[in-house]
């Protein structure tokens, strides 16, 4: 092939040391330093516990992680690669590429579980199911017709913070209810570690959705926030029948219900939007809060509810910065 | 008259949380360059938390450099994180490291720019703290 024949434009050299957002470096840094591989947890624990599971608690959990593995397949291959194209700063590219990666890791770390525990005829059991499951199917469509070439750059940010943000916790509920139990603990630090990827992705990507708005006129931000909340209700009812399907049968449902609420509104903002269900409606069961973030108790010295100042365990003060 | 420090990214979480709250507040500035607005005589600082898997660098830096200033760590009454309970066991953790630090209470947690609830909680929570209702600006 000669050397002419490609119009495509040669992109420039990346400087770390030249940065248009401090966003992208800082981001970046935050990815590396908490990156992992499953081989880290000691899935083997588990297996005990997961023998003392009925089948139907067995079959629910493996088709929630089947569900989750097909939305991070969905943004390694599609999603992060789509937003690539659109990045404002050479260095947002980077921060996706590493985004793109993790949510491989993710996709990879559920078959390190399944491999683990499961039986390979159930496995392959709930992947077909995963595969017809209409509302997941539904769900996956929905946010790829966003993905799609000649989509709106600011609209895939929104589906891919609903992706990050949303979509996700009608099956992570599951783990953190297994952990408030006592029941899948290393199981949970796994997901805990795919969680806390996440948060940083939603943020992310919310943040420069948030940047792309500032340049936009008033009728197009009005348009998008449109989109935003109209794309949110479509997928909540998806995400409501998913919910009723997988959760019925251990009567969890309304409970997840209200953990859907409460991360719908923090998906929103994410994107700088105000929350859209009412408090009474996202109150969590304050044992899945508790599995979320251990050990941080519920801080309110003004109710006199939480904990004092009197700090129990060591945190890193260990900055340079500091000089007293 | 006791009112309101905070530090907010460019993300604007904490910024919209201070502003739904409706109180006189004063922004430590992203920009290190930037100059410093007055500040009140007493005040609560309210800062987001950036931390590693670790914990560290939890505190935005531009904070640490404010409460580097003994003047300002003299007037600081109190502490109140915002944070995402995603991080686990690092939720909201630049508070922690702050009220300790500096030996003042650590008041409360919020994600991201707070609910409804947070919002009238820390509002009257305040309000008490300080013993006065004069604050709404």
Known sequence: MKDNVSARAVPRAINWNRLQDDKDLEVWNRLTVNFWLPEKVPLSNDVQSWATLTEEERTLTIRVFTGLTLLDTIQNSVGAPAMMPDCLTPHEESVLTNIAFMEAVHARSYSSIFSTLCSTREVDEAFRWSDENPHLQAKARAVLETYAPEADPLKRKIASVFLESFLFYSGFYLPMYWSSRAKLTNTADLIRLIIRDEAVHGYYIGYKFQRGMELESPERRQELKDYAFGLLFELYEIESRYTEELYDGIGLTEEVKAFLHYNANKALQNLGFEALFPPEAAEVNPAILAALSPDSENHDFFSGSGSSYVIGRAVATEDDDWDF | ?137
């Open chain 2, 1 to 137: 008259m006791p009112g309101i420090v905070f530090f907010s990214s460019a993300s604007g979480n904490t910024a919209r949380f201070v502003n739904a709250l409706g109180m006189m507040a004063s922004r430590i500035p992203v920009s290190p360059k930037a100059v410093l607005p007055a500040l009140p005589d007493e005040y609560v600082l309210i800062c987001p938390t950036y931390a590693d898997g670790e914990g560290r660098g939890a505190v935005p830096k531009q904070v640490i450099h404010f409460l580097n200033d003994p003047d300002h760590r003299r007037r600081l009454r109190g502490v109140i994180g915002g944070g995402n309970r995603n991080f686990g066991t690092t939720y909201g953790i630049a508070a922690d490291v702050i009220a300790k630090k500096c030996s003042v209470p650590l008041l409360y947690k919020f994600e991201l720019a707070g609910t409804l609830t947070d919002i009238a909680r820390v509002r009257d929570g305040l309000h008490a703290f300080w013993g006065t209702e004069c604050l709404t600006a």
